[in-house]
T-cell receptor
């Protein structure tokens, strides 16, 4: 089936540094999402992105977070600067359209902030 | 905004027994419902997508029931086997607004051989 790729699978950084998480969504999909999952807890919505713009973001999407997808390349989540509470697994998802269309999830990037 | 409650957080059953996971939601505009399975260390895999118009949906070894009046969605594994051991998440999406997914907190299912 369609696959979403995420790079890297693991990232360890020091608090205060910048990190960029990369997502390669399904090729013909138009909606892109980031979710955050702290170990053992639920998947929490961060942001969705369509047509080059953030459509909606949650309270978890702090000012230190930003997303972009320049010219159809990776869909990225940048955190600058990072904080200890940013440690989590970040999942990227994409869907053909919104609403009724299922989201396909990547394998996640485990971010550890020291 | 939408609130999705999922119960139970942990569930342990013996092989061959049934297992039921339930989600309740609050937004009356909720129209699309999804069940995802997450095996340890892996990503989410779609089990089933349910539309508001269909109350009973059957998959391989499981049934999804939708009660719109009570705003309740349930996943019933009819005869669990060890391969079903995983985390299960419901997700709900409306047919208005940005149509985001709202996830339940998940249920960790353990099937004992």
């Amino acid at each position: 089936g369609p696959k979403v790729l995420q790079i890297p699978s693991h990232q360890i950084i020091d608090m205060g540094q910048m990190v960029t998480l990369n997502c390669d969504p399904v090729s013909n999909h138009l909606y892109f999402y980031w979710y955050k999952q702290i170990l053992g807890q639920q998947m929490e919505f961060l942001v969705n992105f369509y047509n080059g713009k953030v459509m909606e973001k949650s309270k978890l999407f702090k000012d230190q977070f930003s997303v972009e997808r320049p010219d159809g390349s990776y869909f990225t989540l940048k955190i600058q600067p990072t904080a200890l509470e940013d440690s989590a697994v970040y999942f990227c998802a994409s869907s053909l359209l919104g609403g009724s269309y299922e989201q396909y999830f990547g394998p996640g990037t485990r971010l550890t902030v020291l | 905004g939408e609130q999705v409650e999922q119960r139970p957080p942990h569930l342990s059953v013996r092989e061959g027994d049934s297992a039921v996971i339930t989600c309740t939601y609050t937004d009356p505009n909720s129209y699309y419902f999804f069940w995802y399975k997450q095996e340890p260390g892996a990503s989410l895999q779609l089990l089933m997508k349910v539309f508001s118009s269909t109350e009973i949906n059957e998959g391989q070894g499981f049934t999804v029931l939708l009660n719109k009046k009570d705003k309740r969605l349930s996943l019933n594994l009819t005869a669990a086997h060890p391969g079903d051991s995983a985390a299960y998440f419901c997700a709900v999406s409306a047919n208005t607004g940005y149509q985001n997914f709202y996830f339940g907190k998940g249920t960790s299912l353990t099937v004992i051989p």
